[in-house]
């Protein structure tokens, strides 16, 4: 199941509801458990855009290299 910002904001605003209400919360999941797979999920947001970026540096270097070594053999062929 994916949810979305919307969906996250609003299990996040009930989760800190929760939290507030003490020894007086409902059944099911512990508040903490849902606290902390919501900062769980934050993470993995950062880390995807921290390899994101990274993958955009490799793809341009690469492209990079690429046209140096086209350079490189049509020079090489003039020869």
């Known amino acids: 199941m994916i949810l979305s910002a919307s969906q996250l904001r609003a299990l ?6 929760e939290l507030r209400k003490g020894d007086y919360v409902k059944q099911g999941y512990p508040a903490d458990t849902i606290q ?3 900062q769980t999920i934050e993470a993995v947001k950062s880390e995807k855009k ?3 970026k990274v993958a ?3 793809g341009e270097t690469l492209k990079k290299m690429s046209n ?4 490189y053999n049509q020079g090489r062929n003039r020869e």
Do not use: V
């Open 56 to 58: 955009q540096e490799r």
């Open 36 to 38: 902390d797979l919501l």
């Open 68 to 71: 140096i070594m086209d350079k």
């Open 50 to 52: 921290k390899w994101k």
């Open 12 to 17: 996040r605003q009930r989760n800190d509801e």
